[in-house]
């Protein structure tokens, strides 16, 4: 069953673009809790197959129960940067029709406090998508210099009080828990006189902090080049990021590809892009207002399409 408070975003708008052969395969690179491959499955043939991955150990155990027996599935425990390795053992490469890479992190994962992810639930700083991997983001702040830290708040969160945040981080540490480093950055937030938001103080840093521990932007850039080596003609990539960081990879990502496009001399056409053509399936698509309502998560997602032409 599939988790009742995870609400998949543009369910329906993202599938629609993404299936263009019922009988294909099919990559899912962030399962999450399955609402997105439910619908894939629910649009595809009894031929088709679906392949689905997701680097947080909690996903396993979520496919096994919503998915026991469907023999059109496969679950793969990887981040974005191991799809490719594992297509390619499975002879798959270049027989994909499509793949989904939805950015944001499950509702679940924000709303269970040990996993560290919210500045609204008191648990221990950890923020990690796997939680068997890397460093959590209470061992990087309590050793990272004032500079790092303050860059990485600002690169990543664009927050404008990243150097006064950063500086009060180090001079509060050791920090251990959520609601530690969020009443931190509010009180930052009152010193500095800045009018009050809907938007909660520390939303920003807090992204800046997980974007990093889970080195998610290297994994964008990784996918958004991995990707389209494993299409078949005619296979589609849909990326739904939610926020403009994300967003400008993408962007930049398929303006490359489609060579067709007036490129800015920032963005190199490599070698292996002169092998295929691309074409930008329409507008980026942004969630109805109607889905807002039901969903405020989704209030910043957008959606981009594009498809291998030949």
Not at 165 to 172: D, H, K, S
Request: aromatic share 6%; glycine share 8%; net charge positive.
């Amino acid at each position: 069953m599939l988790s009742a408070t995870h609400i998949p975003v543009m369910l329906r708008e993202s599938v629609s673009h993404l299936i263009t052969d019922r009988g294909g395969n099919y990559i899912d690179a962030t399962f999450g809790r399955g609402g997105h491959l439910k619908e894939i499955l629910a649009s595809i043939s009894g031929t088709g197959s679906v392949y689905a991955f997701d680097r947080d150990p909690a996903s396993k155990d979520q496919f096994e129960k919503a998915f026991p027996q469907d023999g059109r599935l496969s679950f793969s425990q990887a981040k974005f940067s191991d799809i490719l390795a594992v297509m390619q053992t499975l002879n798959l490469v270049g027989k994909v029709s499509g793949m989904l890479i939805d950015c944001g992190v499950s509702s679940p994962q924000l709303e269970e406090a040990s996993r560290g992810f919210s500045f609204k639930r008191e648990g221990p700083l950890d923020m990690r998508m796997n939680p068997d991997e890397g460093f959590s983001a209470a061992d990087w702040l309590n050793s990272a210099d004032e500079k790092e830290i303050s860059q990485i708040i600002w690169r990543l969160g664009e927050e404008r009080l990243a150097r006064r945040i950063a500086r009060r981080i180090v001079a509060t540490r050791p920090l251990e828990t959520t609601i530690q480093l969020a009443g931190l950055v509010v009180k930052e937030y009152e010193f500095s006189g800045r009018k009050k938001s809907r938007v909660h103080p520390a939303t920003k840093t807090f992204q800046a902090i997980r974007m990093h521990v889970n080195g998610e932007l290297s994994e964008l850039r990784s996918i958004l080049l991995d990707g389209p080596k494993m299409l078949a003609i005619g296979g589609r990539i849909a990326v739904i990021s939610f926020h403009s960081i994300e967003d400008r990879e993408v962007k930049k990502s398929f303006q490359r590809l489609v060579v067709g496009t007036k490129l800015p001399r920032s963005i190199p056409i490599l070698e292996e892009d002169k092998v295929a053509s691309w074409r930008l399936i329409g507008k980026a698509v942004k969630p109805s207002i109607k889905e807002t309502a039901v969903n405020p998560r989704s209030r910043t997602a957008v959606m981009r399409v594009i498809e291998r032409a030949t």
